[in-house]
């Protein structure tokens, strides 16, 4: 079975190679699907497969610049990439993105990046899927009452709005982002990259988990905008962070690009399925994924803390994060077959 | 401010950053970046030129990622593009809807 493993020349050791191709495959699907790198997934998963975490934040940000480069031409030929929004954007991950590699190389000085990584993610990850789940509780209420005083609701209608309250801040100059339909201060999404590039260089992600809510519920676009408009930027943030993490010495090139073989099919399944999906479908699956994602970071640290359940919940850790990936990429999988079944059927329908 | 008002907007963030002040003395004074070697000598062939161009030179190396990470995201992203405009699907627009 020596054939499936391949010795990782940077990072040392061996690791197993179709495990990198699925897992940049099924990350890929996801990705393309809601709009982010995956890093989330890739990163603890990379560690699981056997890659020290200081690896596998900056092999998961190099392949992540790759798969996101494939995902945003995808969305970019269905309109739903709004380059001036993400252009903007850059300005303020750059530099959040920098400070929080600094931050992370202090933490790897002090001997703290492996906990303080996973305490991180678990508190993101519980404020995120409380956004999105209390979103879908007002929109489900808003929907209620419009039924009950008979009125209909516009398809672009969401449950927060907080971009409304954020829209008012006119600080100039004041930009209109006409894919986006959004008309703010361009210091807002400015501040939002700033933060949210400040998190993804601590936690080693593209800053997609965090910047594509924050573009639905904080810049205002809609959710399909907001993923490719995403993508957009992961790309580029993408590409400046692997140079970072190369330079410091913190990348595994051949790892990145062997999931980038998987990755590069997964993202256009996963980018084209968004066609055949609402933009709440998008939210809610979302949702579902970060909190099995913050399950598997508390399993993980509970292995850290008990050793004598360490192999039971690390191996629980490794069981949810690929049964995750796997569930989801399955049902992104389904949703694309369904509806490209369902347009080619009617395609016929209409010829005929 | 009240009591509890206190403990949650003050209190709160001081006790975490006395526990990560903490944490940066441990650290001790103005230490360097850990230092990995690559052991090139397992390897023979690209393997190894890729392993003595880490060790050699980062910045090299670092170029070498920047180019190639995009490249190879462009070949293989037209590639599955050319198989998946194959399928017959309307891959030019979308309906734009929440719900």
Redesign the interface.
Same mark, same amino acid.
């Given at each position: 079975m020596d054939w499936l493993y391949v010795?990782l020349?940077?990072a040392?050791g061996q690791i197993l190679w179709p495990g990198l191709v699925i897992l940049g495959f099924g990350v890929g699907i996801i990705g393309g699907f809601f709009g982010m790198g995956g890093g989330w997934m890739v990163t603890p998963g990379l560690n699981i497969l056997g890659l020290p975490m200081a690896f596998a934040i900056g092999t998961d940000i190099?392949?992540m610049?790759?798969?996101s480069?494939?995902s945003t031409?995808?969305h970019a030929?269905?309109?739903?990439v709004d380059y001036r929004l993400g252009g903007i954007m850059i300005v303020g991950t750059v530099g959040g993105f920098e400070l929080g590699a600094q931050l992370i190389?202090?933490l790897?000085?002090?001997g703290?990046v492996e906990a303080y990584v996973r305490y991180g993610y678990l508190v993101l990850l519980s404020l995120i899927a409380w956004l999105v789940f209390a979103d879908v509780a007002k929109?489900m209420r808003k929907?209620r009452e419009a039924i009950a005083t008979g009125r209909e609701?516009d398809?672009?209608?969401?449950g927060i709005e907080w971009h409304k309250t954020l829209h008012k801040i006119k600080i100039p100059p004041v930009i209109d982002f006409k894919q986006a339909g959004v008309r703010c201060s361009i210091w807002l999404p400015i501040l939002v990259s700033f933060v949210t590039g400040l998190l993804a260089g601590i936690l080693g992600i593209g800053g997609g988990l965090i910047r594509m809510p924050a573009l639905i519920y904080l810049v205002g676009c809609?959710?399909? #905008?907001a993923v490719g408009t995403d993508l957009f930027e992961v790309a580029i943030s993408g590409?400046y962070g692997?140079?970072s993490y190369?330079?410091?010495?913190?990348?595994e090139?051949?790892a990145?690009?062997i999931m980038?073989?998987g990755a590069? #099919?997964g993202?256009?399944i996963g980018s #084209?399925a968004?066609?055949y999906v609402?933009?709440?479908g998008i939210r809610i699956f979302f949702g579902v994924a970060v909190v099995g994602c913050a399950v598997s970071i508390v399993f993980k640290l509970v292995a850290a803390e008990f050793p004598s359940v360490r192999s039971l919940f690390n191996g629980a850790a490794t069981a949810l994060i690929l049964l995750l990936v796997g569930g989801l990429s399955l049902y992104i999988l389904l949703k694309f077959l369904g509806g #490209?079944r369902q347009?080619?059927a009617m395609?016929k329908h209409l010829v005929e | 401010m009240g009591g509890k008002a206190w403990l949650g907007r003050v209190g709160v963030p001081a006790a975490v950053l006395t526990v990560l002040a903490g944490?940066?003395f441990?650290?001790g004074g103005g230490?360097e970046?850990?230092?990995?070697v690559?052991?090139?000598r397992?390897?023979s062939g690209l393997?190894?030129w890729?392993?003595n161009l880490?060790n050699d030179s980062?910045?090299g190396?670092?170029v070498?990622?920047?180019l190639?990470?995009?490249t190879?995201?462009?070949v293989?992203?037209l590639?599955?593009?050319f198989?998946?405009s194959r399928?017959?699907?309307?891959?030019?627009?979308?309906?734009?809807?929440?719900?």
């Open positions: 010795n020349p940077i040392g190099a392949h610049a790759g798969k480069l494939i031409l995808r030929k269905f309109g739903n190389m202090w790897e000085r002090i703290k929109k929907d609701l398809a672009l209608s969401t809609p959710t399909h #905008v590409l692997a140079g190369t330079y410091k010495g913190r990348t090139l051949l990145a690009l980038l073989v590069s #099919v993202a256009q #084209v968004t066609k609402k933009g709440y #490209v347009e080619l395609k | 944490n940066v441990a650290a230490g970046m850990i230092v990995i690559a052991d090139s397992r390897f393997l190894a890729w392993a880490y980062h910045l190396f670092a070498v990622t920047v190639l990470i995009p190879m995201g462009t293989l992203g590639l599955t593009d198989l998946m399928i017959g699907i309307n891959l030019k627009s979308r309906v734009l809807a929440e719900h």
